[in-house]
């Protein structure tokens, strides 16, 4: 049966590498996403409010430091 569909080309091989590779950068963006969705649900909501916090005020100092 594959005979039948001839002979592919450099066109078919990059357009199934590139498929291939975004294939491969979703599954990664999810299991990433899951491994984020997991640490949060686990960790106590007190740190993450800590956390934050922390990051607004890191952010706060740096803006003052360039008036």
């Known amino acids: 049966m594959l005979a039948s569909l001839g002979r592919p080309t450099?066109?078919?091989a990059g357009?199934?590498?590139t498929e291939y590779a975004i294939l491969l950068a979703l599954v990664a963006g999810l299991n990433w996403l899951e491994g984020v969705t997991h640490t949060?649900?686990?960790a106590p909501?007190?740190?993450v409010l800590?956390?934050?916090a922390v990051?607004?005020?890191g952010?706060?100092?740096r803006g003052l430091g360039r008036r």
């Open 55 to 57: 990051v607004v005020v």
């Open 45 to 47: 909501l007190t740190a």
């Open 10 to 12: 450099r066109d078919d």
């Open 50 to 52: 800590v956390g934050t």
């Open 59 to 61: 952010f706060a100092f």
């Open 15 to 17: 357009q199934a590498l």
């Open 40 to 42: 949060i649900t686990q």
